[in-house]
C-alpha cells in the first residue's frame, strides 16, 4: 500500500485508517486460520423414522342408490346394499382408501345423507375404510338416495 501524505490531511488522519486497515487485514487472517469446529458425534441408536404412505392418482368411483332413511339409522339394509356394491367392485379387495368423497343425494341435506354413509363405511369393510378420511358432499341433478363414492386408495406395497 503506498501512502501519499497529502498537504491538507494531517499525518494523524493517514495514521488512524492505515490502524484501522491493518486491524480488519489481522481479523480476517486470524479468522482464516482458525479450525472449523467439531461436527457432532453420530447417535449410537438409530432414529426411527415414519414411513409415508402414497395414495394413487386415479379413484375408483362407486355409484348406487341407498335409502336416506335407513342410513341415517345404520339400518342392515343399508350396509348390505354398500358391502354389495363395494365387494363387487374390482380392484378394491384387499386394500385400504386414504381418502372417500361420498356425494349424497337428497332433497333436504344430500351432505347429512353422505355424512350418515360415511360413518356406515367401517362397518361395510373394517380393512378398506378403517382410517380412511371422509368429505361429505351434496349430489345435484340426481334423485333422492343416489350416492356416488370416490375412492382414493393408497399404493399396494
Known amino acids: 500500500m503506498v501512502v501519499v501524505l497529502s498537504p491538507r490531511l494531517p499525518a494523524a488522519a493517514i495514521a488512524g485508517w492505515l490502524f ?14 482458525q479450525d472449523p469446529p467439531p ?13 409415508r404412505q402414497a395414495l394413487e392418482r386415479r379413484w ?6 341407498v335409502d336416506p ?6 339400518e342392515r339394509a343399508a350396509i348390505d346394499a354398500l358391502r354389495r356394491v363395494i365387494r363387487s367392485k374390482p380392484g378394491l379387495k384387499g386394500r385400504k382408501a ?25 362397518q361395510v ?8 378420511a ?9 334423485t333422492g338416495g343416489a350416492l356416488t363414492l370416490q375412492i ?4 399396494n406395497r
Open 20 to 33: 484501522a486497515d491493518l486491524l480488519l487485514a489481522f481479523s480476517i487472517v486470524m479468522l482464516g486460520t
Open 39 to 51: 461436527l457432532p458425534e453420530p447417535t449410537q441408536t438409530p432414529t426411527p423414522t415414519a414411513t
Open 60 to 65: 375408483i368411483t362407486v355409484e348406487l342408490s
Open 69 to 74: 332413511n335407513a342410513a341415517r339409522k345404520s
Open 98 to 122: 386414504g381418502i372417500v368423497l361420498t356425494f349424497g343425494a337428497q332433497h333436504s341435506g344430500g351432505e347429512s345423507f353422505a355424512r350418515s354413509v360415511n360413518k356406515l363405511l367401517p
Open 125 to 132: 369393510d373394517p380393512r378398506l375404510f378403517r382410517d380412511a
Open 134 to 142: 371422509t368429505r361429505d358432499f351434496q349430489l345435484i341433478g340426481a
Open 152 to 155: 382414493y386408495l393408497f399404493y
